[in-house]
């Protein structure tokens, strides 16, 4: 079918016959196999998805009902992933602040964290400077 055909048929303000319409769309140009192949391919491909997306769909919903079953069994045996002394809102049965390497309580503990953390901050900066400044006094 030719471009002056196509664009005839798709143009909203002319009209043609039924005789002219049939002669226009039976007319035996090499496109019009693959036109016909293209359209059911097309057609295939669209009951595919609509198929494909109502299983995966049933799939889906059968899986967490599933799960939703399988949690309320568990809970219902009463399984437990840790002591019941871990439950506590400091998790050590020392308590509060007995896993820290450092008392946060004592006089000193402000000094001590912000040298701690200047020394750390500081150290790359200092080391760099250094080997910079040993490479720029070579001769």
């Not at 009209?15 to 059911?40: C, M, V, Y």
């Not at 701690?116 to 001769?139: C, D, E, H, Q, R």
Request: glycine share 6%.
């Amino acid at each position: 079918m030719s471009r002056e055909n196509i664009h005839l048929l798709s143009h909203p303000r002319i009209f043609l016959g039924p005789k002219q319409a049939s002669a226009i769309w039976t007319s035996n140009h090499p496109d019009d196999e693959f036109r016909k192949t293209f359209l059911s391919l097309r057609d295939h491909q669209e009951t595919i998805q609509v198929n494909s997306t109502s299983t995966s769909l049933f799939k889906m919903l059968a899986q967490s009902a599933t799960r939703a079953r399988m949690a309320s069994t568990v809970a219902r045996r009463g399984f437990h992933t840790s002591r019941p002394q871990m439950a506590s809102p400091f998790h050590y049965p020392e308590g509060p602040r007995s896993n820290l390497p450092f008392n946060p309580l004592t006089k000193h503990f402000a000094f001590r964290y912000w040298t701690f953390m200047g020394v750390g901050f500081g150290l790359p900066f200092a080391i760099a400077g250094k080997i910079i400044a040993t490479n720029l006094s070579l001769p």
